[in-house]
């Protein structure tokens, strides 16, 4: 079962290739997406990594959590359920 990871504090440089290199170190990358501005298309900082297995997937977090990449700390997690927005829709 594939396991989706949150990775934050990421670089505004980091491309989706750059973090999907970083998290295949230590497993199966099934995708790999940094999280861009809908208007601007810049980086937002953060992004998220799905990985084979929930095996590799802690053994991701477990390795990479705090860690330094481009000059950032990343903070690396399970992705949480994407929260309900109570903005009425246009």
Avoid: C, W
Wanted: hydrophobic share 30%; glycine share 8%.
């Amino acid at each position: 079962m594939n396991q989706k990871l949150y990775v934050g504090n990421l670089s505004y440089s980091t491309t989706d290739e750059e973090l999907k290199d970083l998290f295949a170190q230590h497993g199966t990358v099934q995708s790999a997406n940094v999280v861009t501005d809908r208007y601007t298309g810049r980086s937002r900082g953060f992004g998220f990594v799905e990985m084979g297995s929930g095996e590799e997937a802690q053994k991701a977090i477990e390795a990479l959590n705090g860690t330094d990449f481009q000059d950032r700390n990343l903070v690396v997690n399970e992705a949480r359920p994407k929260e309900k927005s109570f903005r009425p829709r246009r």
